[in-house]
DNA sequence: CTTAAAATTTAGTCTTGCCTAAATTATTTT
DNA sequence: AAAATAATTTAGGCAAGACTAAATTTTAAG
């Protein structure tokens, strides 16, 4: 019984290991919303996933779902393809970061292990995509990331732009217009405790965040 | 009713395409054949294919299939794809003319529009693939072909080498090991009517070619 | 502790696109 | 022209993956 990675199962791996990255397991409503599939459908392939030999998730009723060893590395081979693509795309093609996403949620399914190789190559090995995202290693080990949220970040404190954990084109291409970019210096100079806005200036300009932003902007504090 | 265009269907139209570029219809046993899938499926999809509204193909039972005009412009669409996604696969990232098909056998229905005129400018227009065939335009026209089959030559004729029609990875890597590529000067030295074979020169070397290969190069007579 | 609301699962369908086996039609041979 | 062979179509099924509606379980409120 060889595991059949349809497109369908490597979506469902990918989101379910972005769900569980916060040591939770992702429940099927979540997994539901973020693959845009009903609850009743996600709980029957979610059952499969976990019925397939090796299992490729562990599941237990009502109580979510995680990875196995298999389903994790299966998604890392996925998110690999996804960020390289992106890097790919952004480097040699001029796509924006705002329009990288699309694309590379459709090849990311279809290029063989020689293309992944060939694009890390001739990208030479790049350790994050244009949203600064970590890239999984060619072993597929997810490299450890130490970045902070910029929404806990208090007035006075300064910091790099480390990533930016989004994919809506319209709120890539605010922030670029913010010049919010990875690589980017910022203090932090106000916060309100009633909305939790923070007013975070790069270079000469402040510009007052919400937590829709703020939490999805991570940071490495100076 | 929009048309649904799955990565089947446009198989499916690519293929007719092909067998039906010498004039004649494209019989349920040669689409078959083509696309490695049991003659009864290929009946049942050609039926649905010229139910759709509009036909993409026309279809006459025992008589075989035709493609319609929008049917032909889908078929275009995907065959663009392909032969530039080959070309800019050779140019950018090292494939070989022997590799390349099979990775742009799935790219092909996955890329964008936007991805499509990014590599097109990125080459510079291209009008033909790596194997020499033409690419059809970004309005969907496909240049005039005005080449000759190269089993057609005979003694003392010279040539060019315009475009080699296969995708056999073992066959193309022996043509380039013999240099028989695109754009290559050649002359007839000899032929046997008994085996239709035809000695060729290439530079300073001769070649025996059978039928298997001479039928699948087309060549510019000088 | 009971009830209402929310989350999840089950049951039953549907579509796409393929397959096998059997029936039919077309083409060749004799 | 009949028989044999080849090509094609029909009929019946199956697997993947989705959906809706109904049932169940869990969680939150009172
Ligand atoms: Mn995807
Ligand atoms: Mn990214
Ligand atoms: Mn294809
Ligand atoms: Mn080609």
Redesign the pocket.
């Known amino acids: 019984m060889p595991i059949?990675m349809?497109?369908?199962?490597q979506?469902?791996l990918k989101r379910i290991y972005e769900l569980t990255e916060c040591g939770l397991p992702a429940?099927?409503?979540?997994l539901?919303r973020e693959l845009?599939?009903?609850?009743?459908?996600?709980?029957?392939?979610?059952?499969?996933l976990a019925a397939e030999e090796p299992a490729l998730v562990e599941?237990?009723?009502?109580?979510?779902v995680t990875l196995t060893p298999t389903g994790k590395r299966a998604a890392l081979e996925v998110i690999r393809h996804h960020r390289l693509l992106e890097t790919w795309l952004v480097q040699t093609l001029g796509y924006s970061w705002a329009e990288v996403h699309e694309e590379a949620e459709r090849l990311e399914h279809v290029i063989s292990e020689d293309f992944e190789r060939r694009i890390a190559a001739a990208l030479g090995n790049p350790t994050r995509d244009p949203h600064g995202e970590l890239i999984p290693t060619e072993d597929l080990n997810m490299p450890v990331d130490d970045t902070t949220p910029l929404s806990s970040l208090r007035p006075n404190q300064s910091a790099t732009i480390q990533r930016v954990n989004a994919q809506d084109p319209n709120l890539l291409r605010h922030l670029d217009s913010l010049g919010l970019t990875p690589g980017i210096q910022i203090e932090v100079t106000e916060y309100s405790s009633f909305d939790n806005n923070l007013t975070v200036k790069v270079g000469q300009k402040a510009n007052v965040l919400g937590l829709n932003i703020t939490t999805k902007i991570f940071v490495e504090i100076k």
């Not at 429940?27 to 979540?30: A, K, P, V, Y």
């Not at 599941?59 to 979510?64: C, D, E, M, S």
């Open positions: 059949t349809t497109r369908s199962t979506d469902y429940s099927t409503n979540d539901a845009d599939i009903k609850p009743a459908s996600v709980t029957g392939m979610v059952q499969k599941y237990h009723k009502h109580q979510g």
